[in-house]
């Protein structure tokens, strides 16, 4: 595993440890400002790290019962400063989510700067 592959699975494992636990103010912490979240046809500029931290806080509701992930990540690109992931999330038995991160290097590591859904 290259030393890239190898920071962004073990952000990736933060970031699933984050979401398992429902803390939405480690979630937050975990995207850049501002960033950008994209879902088919809406586009959500966030300017503030109170703006994730409520979204993530208003959804937990959608994972009752979800108590553990597993997650393929396919590193798609890199620039510098920043790469792309598209990572699979799979739970309840099979893959569910599917989304494209761009993560830029923060002053702690990587953050997220945008989020695109994914079909």
Request: aromatic letters at 12%; a negative charge.
């Amino acid at each position: 595993m290259t030393d890239i592959n190898e920071k962004v699975d073990q952000f990736f494992e933060r970031y699933a440890s984050a979401l398992l636990a429902r803390d939405a103010k480690a979630i937050a912490g975990m995207y850049a400002v501002p960033s950008l979240i994209l879902f088919p046809g809406k586009s959500i500029p966030v300017s503030d790290a109170n703006q994730t931290e409520e979204f993530f806080a208003s959804s937990w509701g959608q994972y009752d019962g979800v108590d553990s992930v597993d997650k393929k990540i396919v590193v798609m690109g890199e620039a510098p400063g920043s790469l792309w992931a598209d990572v699979t999330w799979s739970y309840n038995g099979g893959p569910r989510e599917r989304f494209c991160y761009q993560l830029v290097q923060g002053t702690e590591g990587y953050q997220i700067a945008v989020l695109t859904s994914m079909a």
